[in-house]
């Protein structure tokens, strides 16, 4: 009974030691080419060849300066600039700046 239900679920020869399951695909998967899209204004002749071009340096992100000491007039910040205070603002060479907790962002 139990070789009858391997024959029946695995395929012929499911019972002998060493044997592998049927396979369950009927046929090979299907290719399918990859699709080709047109720039409008150039065919794919027209094109030139590309070229190994060294990748573009990494984008750099200013770091905001740390607060430093504060007096009635304003602060320093870790640059050693002098940011004037206008009311609960800082004034930096440039215009305001922004605090966010101990650090400020000056433009």
């Known amino acids: 009974m139990r070789r009858d239900a391997a024959r029946i679920c695995l395929g012929a020869g499911a019972d002998r030691p060493g044997s592998r399951p049927a396979s369950r695909v009927a046929r090979p998967p299907d290719r ?3 699709p ?3 720039v409008p204004g150039t065919s794919p002749q027209a094109t030139p060849p590309s070229t190994n071009q060294a ?3 990494p984008v750099q992100i200013a770091r905001p300066q740390v607060l430093g000491p504060c007096d009635a007039g304003g602060c320093w910040d870790s ?5 004037n205070s ?3 603002a800082l004034i930096g060479p440039n215009g305001p700046c922004s605090v966010q907790g101990g650090f400020v962002n000056c433009p």
Do not use: D, F, K
């Open 55 to 57: 990748p573009a340096p």
């Open 86 to 88: 206008a009311g609960a």
């Open 36 to 38: 080709v899209i047109a």
């Open 32 to 34: 399918v080419p990859a």
């Open 79 to 83: 640059n050693g600039t002098r940011l």
